[in-house]
């Protein structure tokens, strides 16, 4: 269950929106708030996963009061307003609602919610399983252990990524950016859809390179990191 918080002034909207949660088995409501000092407070001191926030409110806007939470949690604009978007969407905002809300938009927004709660996991509990050299790599029901060392390059595939070794492929649901911050420093990245093991490069050239006799196009921005980090890795 992912806790739900409620911030909005209409005592009509926050109704609506009650209605809306009952109707999510994957939400729970933990509170409401039509003050926004008193929301703040029970932020600071609470743990919520999503946060329905009204912008246009008395004393503080809603986007006041998402900057000033530390450490917010995701947050699902609720407004009537469509020129705050643009801001909405500068604070990362998950989703941005316009009054009145329908329910099927409603939905669309909370399945997109529990889409990334769900990569938010994955993505920490194989960050969790690392263990020097060794990779935890979940894929649907089975978790596969493999060294990094085995793995010659990684490719992007829409919401996925699947890991070439020389003996089998893996499809897990993750991201290349997310997968950077736990790469080691000789898997780099070197195009927006691939990364690469620099220990299996057979071959370089101007916009390409080979590892197991596949083509992997570099891409313009990455080159110049790549070639560094080739550099680094051959000293």
């Known amino acids: 269950m992912l806790k739900a918080y409620i911030v909005e002034d209409e005592i009509k909207a926050i109704e609506l929106l009650k209605n809306y949660i009952e109707k999510i ?119 596969h252990k493999l060294s990094w060392k085995e793995i010659l390059y990684i490719e992007k595939d829409e919401n996925y990524v699947i890991y070439h070794t020389p003996k089998k492929r893996i499809l897990s649901r993750q991201t290349l950016s997310d997968l950077e911050k736990i790469f080691p420093t000789y898997i780099c990245r070197v195009h927006k859809s691939y990364a690469v093991s620099l220990l299996h490069t057979q071959q370089i050239e101007r916009e390409s390179l080979k590892i197991n006799n596949q083509v992997i196009p570099i891409g313009r921005t990455f080159k110049n990191q790549f070639m560094e980090r080739l550099k680094n890795n051959t000293d």
């Open 25 to 143: 088995d994957f939400l729970e409501l933990v509170g409401e708030a039509r003050n926004p000092v008193k929301a703040v407070h029970y932020l600071q001191t609470n743990v919520v996963d999503v946060l329905f926030l009204d912008i246009n409110m008395p004393i503080l806007s809603g986007l006041e009061l998402y900057k000033s939470i530390n450490n917010p949690p995701a947050v699902i604009f609720t407004t009537a307003y469509p020129e705050y978007a643009i801001e909405g969407f500068e604070l990362e905002a998950l989703d941005y609602l316009l009054k009145p809300i329908p329910f099927p938009r409603f939905l669309k927004a909370c399945k997109r919610l529990l889409k990334q709660k769900e990569t938010d996991h994955i993505f920490s509990q194989n960050e969790k399983l690392i263990f020097q050299d060794t990779v935890y790599i979940k894929s649907g029901a089975i978790t």
